[in-house]
């Protein structure tokens, strides 16, 4: 299994927690999203993805190699495939709400902040700070007004679900932007216990081979 | 079970398609998500949904009544407590596929063209109509070369998949914006399909009771 990957990738991120969470092995390719302009632009890496982003994994079934984007997808995909240990909830209504957190970051928020948004902003003359910090708050206090009923160790009880892949990645990126995280002290404060687990720890971007020095 | 819903919501729509294709009696409640402002931003709505967006999903659990917001959330509830008629293939990387087609709509599409952003943008001093083509066309491309794969009568294979509920309502907004959609043939052809089966049919937005005349 390859994952096409780039350390500061949000979207990227929530798939290696996810890869390393279940134990499986994959092959690491860096896609450098700001080098020459960026190689997700090339033509070989539209192939395996029409939108130019991270994260594409590779697998293989039966018939012969397959690929998928989009974060929810491959991670349900390893869920489909490698169900333990399991990151979606057993009760039906826990499930769908470690899906409604997941997806307040992964469509409310994380679109609205992505690096293809953010240079269209700035091309039409926006201040794209502003921009990225206005989103990123409103879509954390929309998670963590929505995890009051379940929140516990983690978002959604004592065990890591697919919510806490979708907010470690998105506090990162709340603290690059100077986002004031008071407002969310559930929020910090399960990221803080995420942090501590060896498959976040090793899915973390400075501990990527491509990561760079802070600044 | 009560639907929180606005006939023109995107998003509601495709949990109305989800409902109707598996059958499942519900109450309509309409949230006027254009009058005086909008319903949506009232306390009321708001403690439903801190972002103050429909759908808005209300089911009887064992243990009282609870809430699902986010359209995957509610669709993947459905699909997980009423598995007949399937909204997945069996297949894991076709239920992948098809997941894949509809993140591209869900995350990568319409979070950037909905209500709440292109008000933004508005306010910020720019030309929505603008903003919204560029990233619809943007997303119809990239749905369009990654449904190649797999399409045949529907976007996945020959039954209607989750991809699909997110295709139709996508492309009715895509023609409200006047994004041509000659380079979109599959889209096109597969959303017209989509068009005769009476679950689409029923979910419409012009066969709800709160439709308003066209213009």
Redesign the interface.
Known sequence: MILYDYWRSSSAWRVRIALHFKGIAFERRVVNLIKDGGEQHTDAFRALN??GQVPVFV?Q?KDGT?T???S???I??LE??VPTPPLLPAD??L???A??LA??V???T???QNLT?LD?VQA?G?DRDAWAR?FIA?GL??LE??SQETEAMYLVGDAPTIADLYLVPQLYNARRWKVDLAPYPTLVRVDAACGTLPAFVAAHPDAQSDARPAG
């Open positions: 029409p939108l697998t079934e397959r998928i984007t989009q929810m997808a491959i349900g995909y489909d495939t039906p209504w499930r769908a709400r899906r409604q997806e307040i992964n469509a409310g994380q679109p609205l948004v269209h039409l926006l206005h409103r206090a929309a007004a929505a």
